[in-house]
C-alpha cells in the first residue's frame, strides 16, 4: 500500500467517527460534556419584573410631575408577595429581587433617598422613569433555547441549566478506550529497568490526556509474541469502542500488530501516512460495532503527536464538537525541512501584544525528543511540499496545553 498524506488519512479516520449516542447525567457532573440537546427555559427570564436596586418604588410620572415626597405603604423583602400602590403619593420600600409591586414603575434607589417618619423624600435632581427594573421575560421567554446543543458545559451553563431547573442534562456519550502499550524492552513505572530496558510512558501520556477529555481509559500491556497479541486484543475489541495502540506497527521482525489485527478482522484503512514524527500510523475498523483502532508507533513524540493529530478530532466528530476548525498561528523564526512529508514542528506558542498568535520552534534533539514536550505547547503542521519555511508563514498548529 502506497503511503498515503496527512490531510488523507484524517479524512479517512473522521468518516469513522459515528458517535456512541446519549447519556443522561445529573447536571454537575456534566461539566467537561457536550450538550446532546438544547436548554430551555421553563419561564420567562426573569419570571417577573425584578427589582435590580435596594430603595423604593414609584410612580415615574409622579417625580416628573413635580411630586418629591412618598408615604411608605410597606416594606417588603425579596421573596415576598408585592404590596400594590394606589396613589401618587404612595410608595414601596424594597430590595434588590423583590417583585415590582403592581401600580408602580421605577424604584429609586436609597442613595437617592432619605427617608424620615415613614416618608421617602427622593434628594436627587433625576430619576429616569422606568430605573432599576429587569423586565419580566427580557432575556428569554417560557420555551426560548437558553444554550444550544453541542455546547460545551462549563460554569455558565452549570448556572443556566440550575436556573432552569435542569437537574439532568443530556450529553453526548463518550466512549469506552482502551490504551495498549506494547514492547518486551518495556517495564513498568515502579520497576528498575535492566540496561537494555526502559520505562514505558505512552499509555501514561496518553491516559493523562484522555483524562482531561473526561474518559478515564483501562491500560494493558502486551508482550511482542503473535498468538499472545491476537487473543489479548480480541478480548479488548469485544469490549471497548476504541483501542490506542503504540508500538510495534514498524516494519521490525518483532512488530506484530497489524498481523495480529487483521487476523481478528479489523479492517485496515492505511499504514503509514507521509508525516515526521508517526509515519508508521496504522488504522483500522472493527466491523462488530464500528470500533476504531489507532495503532501508533511506538516513539512517544510519534504516539503523542498522533493522538493530537487524529484520535482527538475523532473523538471531538463524534461527541458533539461542531467547530471543527483547525487554529493557525504565525511561525516566528525561518526554517527548513526537506524530506517529502509533513512535518510537525514542535513549537511553542504564545500571544504577541497585538494578539496574534505566534509559533516559536522547540527543536532541541529533532521530533523524537520527548523531553522537549515539557517546553513546546503545540505541534505546527508544515505542509510536505515545502521546504523553505519562513518567518512570518501561517501554518495550522495543534495545541496540547493551554497557551495562555
Ligand atoms: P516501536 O514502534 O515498537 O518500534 O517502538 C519505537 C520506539 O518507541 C522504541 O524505542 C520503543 O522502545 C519505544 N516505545 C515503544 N512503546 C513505548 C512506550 N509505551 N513508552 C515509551 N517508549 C516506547
Ligand atoms: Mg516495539
Known amino acids: 500500500m502506497t503511503m498515503i498524506s496527512v490531510a488523507e488519512a484524517a479524512n479517512l479516520v473522521l468518516a469513522q467517527a459515528v458517535g456512541f449516542g446519549i447519556e443522561t447525567i445529573p447536571f454537575l457532573s456534566a461539566a467537561g460534556r457536550r450538550l446532546a440537546c438544547d436548554i430551555v427555559a421553563d419561564r420567562d427570564l426573569p419570571p417577573y419584573d425584578r427589582v435590580t436596586m435596594d430603595g423604593i418604588a414609584i410612580r415615574g410620572a409622579a417625580f416628573t410631575a413635580g411630586k418629591r415626597s412618598f408615604v411608605v405603604r410597606a416594606t417588603i423583602a425579596a421573596g415576598d408577595t408585592p404590596v400594590q400602590i394606589d396613589s401618587d403619593g404612595d410608595c414601596i420600600e424594597l430590595m434588590t429581587g423583590c417583585a415590582l409591586p403592581a401600580g408602580t414603575d421605577t424604584v429609586v434607589r436609597y442613595e437617592d433617598i432619605e427617608i424620615d ?36 458545559v462549563d460554569a455558565a451553563v452549570i448556572s443556566m441549566a440550575a436556573s432552569v431547573g435542569q437537574a439532568d442534562l443530556q450529553v453526548w456519550k463518550l466512549p469506552r478506550v482502551a490504551i495498549v502499550s506494547t514492547g518486551n524492552e518495556l517495564v513498568d513505572v515502579q520497576d528498575t529497568p535492566g540496561p537494555y530496558q526502559i520505562r514505558r510512558s505512552n499509555s501514561y501520556a496518553i491516559h493523562t490526556v ?10 494493558v500491556h502486551i508482550p511482542d509474541e503473535p498468538s499472545e497479541s491476537t487473543q489479548r486484543l480480541g478480548s479488548l475489541l469485544s469490549q471497548y469502542d476504541a483501542i490506542i495502540l503504540s508500538g510495534g506497527v514498524s516494519m521490525g521482525r518483532f512488530d506484530y500488530v497489524p498481523q495480529a489485527l487483521t487476523a481478528l478482522g479489523v479492517q485496515m484503512l492505511f499504514h503509514k501516512v507521509s508525516q515526521r514524527p508517526g509515519k508508521p500510523f496504522w488504522f483500522g475498523v472493527y466491523p462488530v460495532g464500528g470500533k476504531a483502532v489507532f495503532a501508533f508507533p511506538g516513539n512517544p513524540v510519534s504516539a503523542f503527536l498522533c493522538l493530537y493529530r487524529y484520535f482527538i478530532p475523532w473523538l471531538k466528530a463524534g461527541t458533539g464538537h461542531a467547530d471543527t476548525r483547525i487554529p493557525v498561528a504565525v511561525l516566528a523564526a525561518d526554517y527548513i525541512f526537506q524530506p517529502p512529508l509533513t512535518y510537525f514542528l514542535q513549537v511553542h506558542l504564545s500571544v504577541s501584544e497585538a494578539g496574534q498568535l505566534f509559533a516559536t520552534p522547540v527543536e532541541g534533539h529533532g521530533s523524537g525528543d520527548f523531553s522537549n514536550l515539557v517546553l513546546a505547547n503545540a505541534f505546527m503542521e508544515l505542509p510536505a511540499e515545502i521546504t523553505n519555511f519562513k518567518k512570518g508563514d501561517i501554518y ?7 497557551v495562555f
Open 396 to 402: 495550522p498548529v495543534w495545541p496540547f496545553k493551554p
Open 210 to 219: 484522555l483524562q482531561q477529555l473526561s474518559i478515564a481509559a483501562d491500560m
Open 117 to 152: 417618619g415613614g416618608i421617602a423624600t427622593i434628594v436627587a435632581n433625576t430619576i429616569k422613569p422606568g430605573a432599576n427594573v429587569h423586565r419580566r421575560g427580557t432575556d428569554k421567554h417560557a420555551g426560548e433555547t437558553v444554550v444550544p446543543v453541542n455546547t460545551l
